[in-house]
């Protein structure tokens, strides 16, 4: 059994991009500028955004924080999105989700010129990328597809479960599962809350990926031997014992299925890093996508 | 066993279609307004533009067919499409594939605007389906869709197996029964050229949906007892005994696995006329679309 270090992976990653951005500069160009819209108080949102600003920092990316209050108006913050969109200093921004009950997120989504779109939530980049074109991949999903690249996992015609069918990860990691590629060219099954008989599917499988958000729902009576396991749950469990008063915990009893895996990922420090890396790699992608007239 | 009658329910469309042009005429609006551009001389995409065209006649829709010579230079299908977008008279067009070699579709489909776009082939619409928000849906897929809702197949919970992934039918309907409705809901698994075992997959299936374009690919050692079956293949085999010297065959060894079927669309007259009707669906659409400023 192997652990997937994606701890590792990510300040690797971290470190080429470090690297292009020294090259970017000495060529004279300008290192890329991530902004990030912040909309409200939220705690965990905070910490999210607060390590993205911090990230950018550490490969020498410009960045800039917009923090905008809970009540804002909606047609406040369309305009608020439309002036980074016009914005030639920046090359790529996200507007941190959740956002407030009044505001119809759909709508913020599209607003986001999909050429600035480093999340890879606009349909239009959606569209791309379940097209098998060119564009802006999501970010956790693309941090899987970098993890099981780097480790060399064979994916060609493996039978893949994905847990989980949401817009941010089930729906996009199964379709990039099963794109023609390397990583790609699985056979790729998404099972959700109205499969019948679930762990029919998951014993099966050669490779789980689990976006789940229940702590410990996948059990080691539910895998095979030899089993790739991908955790993308990350749901904060009250725990008095810890400094924070919480741990994280992901979808999968790891310490009884990594008795049977070949490979897996721990919460945290598997999935969770891949995220931020991706983000900032979207970001050095945008700068190049603009440049070249995109 | 039940067939599936998609001659039948493609013409109930159009009758349902009809009414609604004869609903907008008799309120003074004009009716909706399909253009089709072909490219060349190509004998099946000839046939296909042809049925289209008299499609929209059959139901009331004008239609304008726009002929242009194989050997069109890109920059001049670009400038037409170009056209087509601006032109207020016209609520959808399509352009029929494929292309000549020396055009680059992927840059033909994306110069199309997503609001005229009745083929859902852009990716802003691509993207709009797979995240379960309000456009146009491929036509073949959307017709799949239809036959389950009309013949009310129960989805819901259902394994079902999607044979093929191109861009046109396999993913788009593998995504379509994944997400959150009726019909939907599915368990879904999308099988291909690389899948090891395929049979192990379309034995435990309660619905086959086939779009690979092989004949007689799908036989009945390879399904279950009450399975329900769609057949997309629409393959053309040499046969001197046809006056036109061919037939149309489908994926599905039909007499041998309709023994074994509860449903099961033949070829022809399953889902063959549905996919016009559905593009007929589609442009009644574009028309409430653009007038609602979409």
Redesign the interface.
Known sequence: MEIIDGKKISNQIKEEIKYEVQNIISKGDKPPHLAAVLVGEDGASLTYVGSKVSSCKQVGFKSTLVKLPENIKEIDLLSKIAELNDNKEIDGFIVQLPLPKHIDE?KILLAVNPNKDVDGF????????????K?FIPATPFGIMELLKRYKIET????TVVIG?S?IVG?PI??LM??KGIPG????????S???NLES?TKNADIIISALGIPGFVKKEMVKKGVVIIDVGITRVKDNNSTRGYVIRGDVDFNSVKEKASYITPVPGGVGPMTIAMLLKNTLLSKSLLKNNY
């Open positions: 759909e606009h349909p239009t980049n959606f569209g791309k990328m379940a097209l098998n074109m564009t060609s015609g493996k039978n069918r817009n729906r199964s379709i099963n794109l060219d699985s056979t790729v099954t998404v099972v959700h109205r499969t019948v599917y």
